[in-house]
C-alpha cells in the first residue's frame, strides 16, 4: 500500500511538473572555457555562478568544459563540422575574426544593444570582435600592456616617466651607462623585444598608421605607409642608431627583456601588470623601486594591444536566447570584476575600471586598457603573425634590409596571405 501511494505521489509530482513546464523547459547549456592557469580558483567561480544561473533558470543545467590553449583553435573547427559546436564559449580576442569569418558565431548586436553595454565595452576587444560592422562576440577580459621602469634610477636622473617618444628616447640615453667604468656598457636605457610583436607593432597605431585596412571586403596591409614606416624606423634605431638596446634583443622576448630588468641591466621594457609579481618574487629588493607609466604617446596617442578573450554564442546552438542571458550574467560588474582578478587581467568593460582608482599600479594598466587595440579581425592573421611580422622585425633590427624595404616587401606577403 505505502509503496503503491509512493508511487503515486511520484507520478502526480511529475504531471504537476510537466503541467507547469519544468520538463518541457529542461536544458543543458554547454560552455567552453579556455584552460586557465589556476583551475581550482576558476572551477570554484563557475560553481558559483552556475548555481545562481540554474536556481533562476529551473529546469537549465549548465555543463563547463575547460579547453586547452594550445589545441583550442582546432577543436573548436572540428566541433563546427562535427555539428556539436557548445552554446557559449570563451574565445581568444584574434581567433574571434576567423570564427566570425567562417559563419560559424551569431552576430551579438541585438543583444548588447538590449542590454545597454555597447559604448561600455573595451574598445580594443570590441574591435577584435567586428567584422563588416557587426558584433559575433561580447568582450570578458584583457590585459594590455604599459612601461615599466626603474623609478629609483629616474628619481637620480632628474627625469620623469616619459609620456611621448621623444622624452621616452631621452631617457633611454642618459640611463644607457657604463656603470663600472670598464669601458663597456653595462646597464642599458631600454630592454627591446625584437621577438615581442605585442611591444612594437602598436608604435603603428601610437604614429598615427595601421597594421591593415579593409577595403571593399577585403584585407590589405598598411606597414609599407608612411606613418607606419616611420614608426618602425623609430623602434629600430632604438638599436642600430641610439644603441640604447643590447644587440641580443633582437631575439628576445617578454621573459628576456623582464629578466634583464630585474637584474639591473635594463632601465625600462614594455610588459602587462601580469609581469610585475615574477620580477618582486625573485627580486624583493626592487620593491619600492619600480614604477608603471603608460605607453609613450607618438603622433597620435599611447595605443596598446589589448589581448584577451570574447564571449561568443555559436550559430550551432539551439539554445541562443538562454546562452545571451548566461553572456549578460558573466558580464554582471561583479562577476566580471571577480572573474577578472583571478585570471589578473581586465573586465571588458570600462564602467568597472574605478574600482582600481585607488591601486596606483593597476589604475595604470587599467587607464591603458581605455586606448587599447586589436589586430585585424581577419582569419588571416595567425598566418601573418608566423610568417611576417617577426621576420621583419627581425630582419630590419639586424641590418639585414632597410625599414623601407623591409615594409615593401612584407606588405606584399600580407597582402598574399590575406588574399591567399
Same mark, same amino acid.
Given at each position: 500500500m505505502r509503496k503503491a =501511494?509512493?508511487? %503515486?505521489?511520484?507520478?502526480?509530482?511529475?504531471?504537476?511538473?510537466?503541467?507547469?513546464?519544468?520538463?518541457?523547459?529542461? !536544458?543543458?547549456?554547454?560552455? *567552453?572555457?579556455?584552460?586557465p592557469g589556476n583551475r581550482e580558483a576558476i572551477t570554484k567561480y563557475f560553481n558559483d555562478v552556475n548555481g545562481d544561473f540554474e536556481k533562476s533558470h529551473p529546469g537549465v543545467k549548465v555543463e563547463i568544459q575547460y579547453i586547452p590553449w594550445l589545441s583550442g583553435q582546432q577543436k573548436f573547427i572540428t566541433s563546427i563540422a562535427g555539428g556539436v559546436a557548445p552554446d557559449v564559449a570563451e574565445m581568444g580576442s584574434t581567433w574571434n575574426g576567423q570564427f566570425a569569418d567562417m559563419g560559424a558565431l551569431e552576430p551579438m548586436d541585438k543583444y548588447v544593444d538590449q542590454w545597454g553595454?555597447?559604448?561600455?565595452? @573595451?574598445?580594443?576587444?570590441?574591435? @577584435?570582435?567586428?567584422?563588416?560592422?557587426?558584433?559575433?562576440?561580447?568582450?570578458?577580459?584583457?590585459?594590455?600592456?604599459?612601461?615599466?621602469?626603474?623609478k629609483d634610477w629616474f628619481k637620480e636622473a632628474g627625469l620623469e616617466a616619459p609620456r611621448t617618444w621623444d622624452e621616452?628616447?631621452?631617457?633611454?640615453?642618459?640611463?644607457?651607462?657604463?656603470?663600472?667604468?670598464?669601458? !663597456?656598457?653595462?646597464?642599458?636605457? /631600454?630592454? %627591446?623585444?625584437?621577438?615581442?610583436?605585442?611591444? *612594437?607593432?602598436?608604435?603603428? *597605431?601610437?604614429n598615427g598608421g595601421e597594421i591593415a585596412v579593409r577595403k571593399d571586403g577585403k584585407w590589405v596591409s598598411a606597414i609599407d605607409q608612411p606613418a607606419a614606416v616611420e614608426a618602425l624606423k623609430w623602434f629600430t634605431e632604438l638599436l642600430t642608431r641610439y644603441k640604447v638596446t643590447p644587440e641580443a634583443s633582437v631575439t628576445w622576448g617578454a621573459l628576456e627583456a623582464r629578466q634583464a630588468f630585474a637584474l639591473g641591466k635594463a632601465a625600462m621594457f614594455i610588459e602587462g601588470s601580469w609581469g610585475l609579481e615574477p620580477i618582486?618574487?625573485?627580486? #624583493?629588493?626592487?620593491?619600492?623601486?619600480?614604477?608603471?607609466?603608460?605607453?609613450?604617446?607618438?603622433?597620435?596617442?599611447?595605443? +596598446?594591444?589589448?589581448?584577451? @578573450?570574447?564571449?561568443?554564442?555559436?550559430?550551432?546552438?539551439?539554445?541562443?536566447?538562454?546562452?545571451?542571458?548566461? $553572456?549578460?550574467? %558573466?558580464?554582471?560588474?561583479?562577476? =566580471?570584476?571577480? /572573474?577578472?582578478?583571478?585570471?589578473?587581467?581586465? #573586465?571588458?568593460?570600462? @564602467?568597472?575600471?574605478?574600482?582600481?582608482?585607488?591601486?596606483? $599600479? %593597476? !589604475?595604470?594598466?587599467?587607464?591603458?586598457?581605455?586606448?587599447?587595440?586589436?589586430?585585424?579581425?581577419?582569419?588571416?592573421?595567425?598566418?601573418?603573425?608566423?610568417?611576417?611580422?617577426?621576420?621583419?622585425?627581425?630582419?630590419?633590427?639586424?641590418?639585414?634590409? +632597410?625599414?623601407?624595404?623591409?615594409?615593401?616587401?612584407?606588405?606584399?606577403?600580407?597582402?598574399?596571405? /590575406?588574399?591567399?
Open positions: =501511494l509512493g508511487l %503515486l505521489v511520484a507520478v502526480l509530482l511529475l504531471v504537476g511538473l510537466a503541467a507547469t513546464g519544468v520538463l518541457a523547459e529542461s !536544458k543543458v547549456l554547454n560552455v *567552453w572555457i579556455m584552460e553595454y555597447r559604448d561600455d565595452f @573595451s574598445p580594443g576587444l570590441v574591435e @577584435s570582435a567586428t567584422l563588416d560592422g557587426k558584433l559575433y562576440g561580447a568582450p570578458w577580459y584583457a590585459g594590455a600592456r604599459g612601461l615599466i621602469y626603474r621616452f628616447l631621452q631617457a633611454a640615453k642618459v640611463l644607457t651607462k657604463d656603470t663600472d667604468k670598464d669601458g !663597456k656598457i653595462d646597464r642599458y636605457g /631600454f630592454a %627591446l623585444q625584437g621577438n615581442g610583436r605585442h611591444t *612594437w607593432l602598436p608604435l603603428i *597605431w601610437q618582486l618574487k625573485s627580486n #624583493p629588493d626592487l620593491a619600492g623601486k619600480i614604477g608603471v607609466a603608460m605607453m609613450p604617446r607618438g603622433k597620435k596617442d599611447g595605443s +596598446s594591444f589589448a589581448g584577451g @578573450s570574447n564571449l561568443v554564442i555559436f550559430r550551432q546552438s539551439k539554445n541562443k536566447e538562454l546562452a545571451a542571458e548566461y $553572456v549578460k550574467m %558573466l558580464l554582471q560588474p561583479k562577476n =566580471l570584476i571577480d /572573474f577578472a582578478r583571478e585570471v589578473k587581467f581586465f #573586465p571588458g568593460r570600462v @564602467s568597472t575600471y574605478d574600482t582600481y582608482k585607488n591601486d596606483p $599600479v %593597476l !589604475k595604470v594598466f587599467a587607464d591603458q586598457m581605455k586606448v587599447a587595440r586589436s589586430y585585424p579581425a581577419t582569419p588571416a592573421w595567425g598566418a601573418v603573425e608566423k610568417s611576417v611580422v617577426t621576420n621583419m622585425i627581425q630582419e630590419m633590427l639586424s641590418g639585414k634590409i +632597410s625599414v623601407e624595404e623591409g615594409a615593401k616587401k612584407y606588405a606584399a606577403r600580407m597582402n598574399e596571405i /590575406f588574399n591567399y
